[in-house]
């Protein structure tokens, strides 16, 4: 535990110990996170340390803390009236939103914010120097780390629940799945900064175990043939949606794919088994594609939750986060945090909501690739109208992972079928990690574009955040051809730098 302490800047260690010091001493708190993944896991992190202090309290996920939701949040506290309240995996971002609307409520004493994303105006050195004094702000960004690879809204939540108690390092497995949910292991290549330190923390104390495997999903629940038909990162030529030439893949190299009447998965494959299986999937990749380096990556570190039940996508930290995924992207976060927190009805009613995850985003697939895409300059754009807000960002990842949209620029999802019916707009960009590494920032693009388009009509048209690979924003539907027109010339700009 000491490594991880001096993996943690003071000024950093400072605010949580403060966040601890006002989490011991409150008496009725209210927590809100985001619906993805990481803000999943983040609020069961608050949760179960909320539980282990025995304190009143009250969890609720939102969608995204907006102009909109704001007013919604402001209801819920005046009638909970806590006398803190926390935000995990948002905040920083609507810095501006909640000092106006949260922090003079009259019961509210304190407020925490456990962020990792990017502040809204860049300037990532700024501590708590303009905040009320009732506001503790914890993000990485503002103590030299990086809230994209070091730490994550999950991450962020259990420094907090280890400041609390160190009997709270079981959570670090939830801070994991978080993390992975929001590809903070910068697409396969391995965790860094405290995220690193947080999954040896979770080795040494049992709870996690990192294994050099088959990167594919599924491997620990797909059965044999289903693990390749449902490849997609990368592709497998003559595999990826083929059942049948599947079957005969295993078959060709004298692999069973039962054992008995019961269906073999990958983790159940002897060492032999597993080496005669890699050696043919990297023939079927240097066979269809020039660049040997795409078979670079399908073996690395995968990470096993050893104290979830095997064989359940509880059992590893992809599956895990794709799971509560599932949750969110349905419209059902509140599932994911009772999973995270052992409830086994949940967990049955969070398969369903995979099931349903994954039907929707095949649907969302085959239209795309039907009804095609547009090319602007600068940037890939698919508009489909009956894609959910709450998938079109995983949709547009999945298109460019399975090469049904090119990777030399960034792609950008609009969405009009919005939760609750919003009059907003949801826009989703994603940016190949080869994009990010020469320049792209979607969250740059995206926030000037908002800053620009509120200024020009002297209002609230549309507010953005994220991340430099991933980012969002919500814009009203009436002004969405001009952002898109903006950031087709901002990403067109850093494209060609």
Known sequence: MESLYETIPKSMRDLLLMAAEETRKANKIIAFSHIDA???SALAIISIMLEREEKEFEWKNIHQINSESIIQIKEEIIKYKPDLVIFSDFGTGQ??????????IESVESIIILDHHL???????????FEPSNIIEVNPWHHGLSGSYDLSGAGTAFLLALSVSSSNVDLSELAIVGATGDLQDYYGRGFTGINKEILQLGEATGYLEVVRDLTFFGIHTRPLPYLLQYATDPYLPGLTGAEEACYTFFQDRNIQIKSGDEWRTWVDLEPAEKQRAVQGIIQVLLEHYENPSVAQGIIGDTIVL???????????AMEFSTLLNACGRNRRPEVGVRVCMRNPEAFTEGTTLLQQHRANLASALRRLED??????????VVDDPQTPDTIIGIVIGMAQGSMIIPIDKPVVGVSTNTTEDSPLAKLSGRAHKQLVEIGVNLKEAFVEVANTLNQQNGTLIAEAGGHPMAAGAFIQKSHLSEFLALASEILSQQLEK
Do not use: A, C
Not at 119 to 129: E, G, K, W
Not at 306 to 316: F, G, H, I, L, V
Not at 371 to 380: A, L
């Open 306 to 316: 050893t104290q979830r039940p095997p064989k359940t996508e509880m059992r590893s």
């Open 95 to 104: 810095i501006e939103l909640l000092k106006t609307h949260v922090s003079d």
């Open 38 to 40: 990481d803000g999943i």
């Open 119 to 129: 502040p809204s105006n860049n300037n990532t050195n700024t501590i708590n120097q």
């Open 371 to 380: 009804d095609g895409f547009k090319e602007m300059q600068g940037m890939y």
